[in-house]
């Protein structure tokens, strides 16, 4: 039972964006795409418990939730619109052999999902949210908290994008190259947070979702072909390759978290480093510098630094003041914080904190107490560095992070 409830979570985390976005190709509909894929997993709990995990899953969940919504469709066909779905769907009755072709790119149904829901008549919040929510799977809880906004609200956002979608008739497809510019931007953030999301869960007893992150690149390579000229692409792949050549390292063999300073640099993929390198010199040379560009700047201080003391802090702190222009955001502010403590001093990064908790805007926000907490414990204030600790554990929701934390803590009580 074990091996199967694996498989399914395996598949889960794998397949869903594929699973969905699919169905949404077939059916036109949102909903119903998602309560079958949410069927189709369920399903497969208790029939690859009898008959076994079969040998491609995606295919089985496909095949399942697409009979699921003929089976709906069918009951509910009483107008022309729901008849023509019944009939797209009948028409391939047989079993769904999904085929992931990376070469044809914008043929990809999760790509196609991408470009639908960062229609430029969508919000910018909603496009991003819209589209982790159907393509990678997070739940509204885990979306709400990568925006830091409350579950009511993120709820109420995707709801409203969908109707956006339905009502207006936006089509799903990937728009034609003069249109690609003005979705840009949405695009470029979904698979950024989708990254980030893997990289960092928000929640959970993992630190990491390498599928996540696995997905993002892919995704961001296509949007590289597709876009060859726009620095800003090549920015963020080169961001993500960057980021992601570190994940192997940033836990040990217990699962618990490895700060960036304690890494082993020796384990990193000095390929990725490489390919990630070139491709930020590529896009740098376009002269048209935004913040995804900026940002794998700053990834590239950390991963071409020998050791963590020859981390160039001044020149990564010069780099959050640039991207603070671009994206004057409280969480920019507060990593350009952490990068001044190490610049200049820990007094001066938690002179910027103070100003970051008296705006209010990161109010929630666990990484907010922390990075005062450390700043604290470096300047041997350990008390308050202690309650500080507590107030970020309070607000935690990753289980790895919640451990370091209480390690921090501990060390911070005994001194």
């Not at 819209?130 to 997070?138: E, I, M, Q, V």
């Not at 950390?302 to 050791?307: F, G, K, P, S």
Request: charged content about 25%; overall charge negative; glycine content about 6%.
């Amino acid at each position: 039972m074990n091996d199967v409830e694996a498989a399914v979570a395996a598949a889960f985390r794998e397949e869903w964006g594929q699973v969905v976005a699919t169905l949404i190709r077939v059916t036109g509909d949102w909903d119903l795409a998602e309560e079958c894929a949410q069927d189709a997993f369920a399903q497969a709990l208790d029939r690859w418990r009898r008959d076994g995990v079969p040998r491609r899953p995606g295919a089985w969940l496909t095949t399942t939730a697409r009979n699921r919504a003929l089976d709906m469709l069918r009951r509910e066909a009483v107008g022309a619109a729901k008849l023509r779905e019944v009939a797209v769907l009948a028409r391939n009755e047989g079993p769904y052999d999904p085929d992931y072709e990376e070469d044809s790119g914008v043929q990809d149904d999760r790509l196609r999902l991408i470009f639908t829901c960062c229609h430029p008549a969508l919000p910018i919040e909603a496009r991003v949210a819209l589209t982790l929510r159907t393509l990678a799977g997070l739940t509204t809880p885990e979306i709400a908290r990568a925006f830091l906004v409350p579950e009511a609200t993120m709820a109420q956002r995707l709801v409203r994008a969908k109707r956006k979608i339905r009502n207006a008739g936006i089509p799903y497809r990937v728009p034609p190259a003069h249109l690609l510019p003005e979705r840009t931007t949405g695009v470029l953030g979904v698979v950024y947070l989708l990254f980030n999301e893997g990289y960092a869960a928000t929640s959970g007893a993992d630190l990491l979702r390498t599928n996540l992150c696995v997905e993002a690149i892919r995704l961001a390579r296509v949007l590289a072909r597709l876009m060859p000229d726009e620095p800003e692409v090549l920015g963020l792949l080169a961001l993500l390759l960057l980021h992601d050549a570190r994940r192997g390292t940033r836990v040990d063999g217990t699962g618990e978290l490895v700060t960036l300073e304690d890494q082993d640099r020796t384990a990193w993929d000095r390929a990725q480093v490489d390919e990630g390198a070139a491709l930020l010199e590529t896009a740098l040379r376009r002269g048209h510098p935004g913040p995804y560009q900026i940002q794998a700047a700053i990834a590239a201080c950390h991963t071409t630094a020998a050791t963590a003391e020859e981390t160039d802090w001044a020149d990564v702190a010069a780099l959050y003041g640039e991207l603070v222009r671009f994206v004057p955001s409280a969480v920019v502010r507060l990593n350009r914080a952490v990068a001044v403590g190490k610049a200049e001093s820990p007094e001066a990064g938690l002179a910027l904190v103070a100003e970051l908790e008296k705006a209010g805007d990161l109010a929630g926000y666990h990484l907010l107490p922390a990075t005062r907490a450390d700043l604290l414990r470096r300047m041997g204030r350990t008390g308050e560095a202690a309650e500080a600790y507590g107030k970020a554990l309070e607000l935690v929701e990753n289980d790895a992070e919640r451990r370091f934390l209480e390690k921090r803590l501990a060390e911070c009580r005994s001194a």
